[in-house]
């Protein structure tokens, strides 16, 4: 079972320029959520969508776009790379309904932005 | 707005100690909690959730955690630690209802000397 699988697993950017990271889960899933990791911090919540069409913000959503025209797939998007997103960025997915579920994770995607 | 602390960053014990990892979440409603545990390299991996009943929850590799309602704690647990249980370990919270939205303390790093 593939689970959730991000790409690209690394990147380096130069401060202004544009990229999207993909993620796709195989697992049937309602709801899919980007993350940042920084250290210290543990994770913190960027985007969210609980279903094909839709997304919301999570706590730290500035800088950042995010689509989901598929149910499998959740891109996160940064239309003008700045120094401060260089972070390890993961993707999750959950289920929507049926009773509580816990989040299936990625591999992760390191970006730095120089 | 829910939060997650946990007050230990890092923790050093030689393999066979006992380990004992505290997370107190802010949270006035019925939340979830769960440990999360990310091993160098790897995707966050779930080892235990708590949603309802027997407050003593017991997860793989042989960890286990007890929800504490009156301290707002979930503190992990583990009576012999091995050198292989060197890694991160996260606690998150959600509240039912809320999207699924994963609210994570900053992490321990764990570090077992063999």
Known sequence: NAGVTQTPKFRVLKTGQSMTLLCAQDMNHEYMYWYRQDPGMGLRLIHYSVGEGTTAKGEVPDGYNVSRLKKQNFLLGLESAAPSQTSVYFCASSYGSGGNQPQHFGDGTRLSIL | ?114
């Not at chain 2, 393999?15 to 409603?29: K, T, V, W």
């Open chain 2, 1 to 114: 707005a829910q939060s997650v602390s946990q007050h230990n960053h890092h923790v050093i014990l030689s393999e066979a100690a006992s380990l004992e990892l505290g997370c107190n979440y802010s949270y006035g409603g019925t939340v979830n909690l769960f440990w999360y545990v990310q091993y160098p390299g790897q995707h966050l991996q779930l080892l235990l959730k708590y949603f309802s009943g027997d407050p003593l929850v017991k997860g793989i590799k042989g960890f286990e955690a007890e929800f504490i309602k009156s301290k707002f704690s979930f503190n992990l647990r583990k009576p012999s630690v091995q050198w292989s249980d060197t890694a991160e370990y996260f606690c998150a919270v959600n509240a039912p209802g809320s999207a699924r939205q994963l609210t994570f303390g900053s992490g321990t790093q764990l570090t077992v000397l063999p």
